[in-house]
């Protein structure tokens, strides 16, 4: 029981540290997940034989963060994962059951960006949905860009301050689990 809140938490985490990075960078970014706008009904949709519907699939399965850019005037969906692999050449987003969330993300948010974070190499890796294969591991080095080449204004002193926080959010949480 405890398992399913500390990942919730470590997940918040890294959504929190994401969000204010592209903050930071002059995007504006808001929370948009069915955990926070749905937040009294994701249980129920958790519950065995419920939420079996298209629309449950499409609720459980969206974005974290809604990101506006004030100067192209974009809009962008965005998924935030945080994994503990130490090697960006295999990195497991889902395995097994779970890889039909990638097929969901697809299905129905095609247009919005995974963002994966991870303790080795440029810490923070996105990619659009709509340019992922379904698998159960990625060379985040060859699947995914470092999340600056797509959300462009990102600096490269923020960068280094944000990876540097990231590394102490893992650092923690893998602290706490031994």
Do not use: C
């Not at 948010?109 to 890796?125: C, E, K, R, T």
């Amino acid at each position: 029981m405890y398992n399913y809140y500390d990942n919730l938490l470590e997940g918040n985490q890294a959504k929190d540290l994401v969000k204010l990075l592209l903050e930071n960078a002059g995007y504006k970014v808001y929370p948009y997940g069915y955990e926070s706008t749905f937040s009294d009904i994701k249980n129920k949709l958790r519950e065995k034989g419920s939420g079996d519907s298209k629309t449950a699939h499409r609720i459980r399965s969206s974005p974290d963060l809604l990101v506006y850019d004030g100067k192209t005037k974009d809009v962008m969906l965005v998924e935030v994962k945080m994994r503990r692999q130490r090697n960006e050449t295999s990195v497991t987003i889902y395995k097994g059951e779970k890889l039909k969330r990638i097929e969901n993300y697809r299905e129905f948010w095609n247009d919005s960006i995974l963002v994966i974070v991870i303790p080795f190499g440029a810490v923070f890796y996105a990619q659009k949905i709509s340019k992922l294969e379904t698998k159960e591991s990625y060379n985040v080095t060859i699947d995914f860009k470092a999340i600056e080449d797509i959300f462009t204004r990102i600096k490269a002193k923020d960068m280094r301050y944000f990876r540097a926080k990231a590394y102490r959010i893992m650092e923690k949480w893998e602290k706490k689990r031994k």
